[in-house]
């Protein structure tokens, strides 16, 4: 659920090695703000320093209360190339120079890093450079607020590449039952005028970022009625996910499914009763999570339902040792996946 970005740094290269396939339900005003590229910011004026193995883009105002950003970018390169940032320090009388990552050789690769810089002093831009050790070429350079601590569009667009199924989880995160009052919101700033827009809206616009289906939408704080449920299948989702807690079976509502939602540092053991009782019934869990971080991570950003990388993997272990046994497997789907399976 929510998009964290911890989600795609995290979570995904443990599903990856896994083999597991997973949904994830976004919030677009997230995804819009981490999404924001100060290279396309019209507030600013930069322009590219060119040399055959080194591009340098001029200084780049960004507010000093954010510390972590995400640069990516687009190359082709004939030596090993590094990506820096130079940023004024706080209280410094100069420059400092940083690393932010390296990439091999590449005839057409694709730079990502995510970093995190020290506390610098107010009015002072920080500067990016890509420089290789042959001849160099980049386009497509994108510096992202990484802070916010969602994903960014370029991720959601990667993780539907890579085969997950992408969800709606509303525009703002609204109680649906509760609006239009706008303090139901966890982004208020922006909207949150009616359920309608809330639902339709997520649809379109996260269409309009390039996902090529979308069938399902969770609901913000698990909250719905039937006018919410109505409202759904007007827009065009062919289910809504609840957190009520329980397994689906060919007995529930595809417009409210129940689920088991995963709380803060779940017991390793209460998280295999989950799994062995779906395997033993014959009924679909459906397993949720928030953020997959350090605890002093998610505490930081104030999220709850949330497990570090290390029990995560624990989890995700677990089930694929179950899936591949010859002993009661399971089956692992992604929830529009399970749908028209719940009455097999």
């Not at 004939?78 to 390296?102: C, F, N, R």
């Not at 609840?242 to 007995?251: K, L, Q, R």
Request: net charge negative; glycine share 6%.
């Amino acid at each position: 659920d929510d998009g964290w970005s911890s989600q795609y740094d995290n979570a995904m290269p443990i599903l990856s090695a896994n083999n597991l396939p997973a949904t994830f339900y976004l919030i677009n005003d997230a995804l819009n703000t981490a999404s924001h590229n100060y290279f396309t910011d019209l507030n600013q004026s930069i322009v590219a320093s060119v040399t055959s193995s080194a591009v340098t883009w001029d200084p780049i105002y960004v507010d000093p209360s954010i510390s972590k950003y995400r640069f990516a970018d687009n190359f082709a390169t004939t030596g090993t190339s590094t990506v820096s940032v130079i940023y004024d320090p706080l209280g410094s009388a100069g420059v400092t120079s940083m690393a932010i990552g390296t990439v091999p050789p590449n005839g057409s690769g694709h730079a990502a890093f995510s970093f995190t810089l020290p506390a610098r002093d107010i009015g002072t831009p920080i500067q990016i450079s890509h420089a290789s050790t042959g001849s160099l070429t980049v386009t497509t350079p994108k510096l992202n607020p990484y802070d916010t601590g969602y994903m960014t569009s370029d991720q959601m667009a990667d993780l539907q590449a890579r085969g997950y199924e992408i969800g709606a989880h509303t525009v703002h995160h609204c109680n649906l039952t509760l609006l239009p009052v706008t303090s139901s919101c966890a982004f208020p700033a922006n909207g949150g005028s009616s359920a309608s827009q809330e639902i339709n809206n997520s649809k379109t616009d996260l269409m309009s970022l390039g996902i090529s289906s979308l069938h399902g939408i969770a609901f913000p704080y698990g909250a719905y009625d039937a006018a919410v449920k109505s409202l759904l299948q007007s827009a065009g989702f062919t289910y809504g996910r609840s957190i009520d807690t329980g397994y689906a079976t060919p007995s529930s509502d595809v417009f409210a499914l129940p689920a088991q939602t995963v709380e803060t540092e779940m017991p390793f053991n209460n998280f295999k009763y989950l799994i062995d009782y779906a395997a033993t019934n014959k009924v679909w869990a459906i397993i949720v999570f928030h953020q997959v971080d350090s605890q002093s991570a998610t505490v930081n950003l104030g999220s709850d339902g949330s497990v570090t990388p290390q029990l995560f993997t624990q989890m995700m272990n677990y089930i694929a040792s179950k899936r591949d046994s010859n002993n009661n497997p399971v089956l692992v789907k992604t929830v529009n996946d399970v749908i028209p399976m719940l009455g097999a």
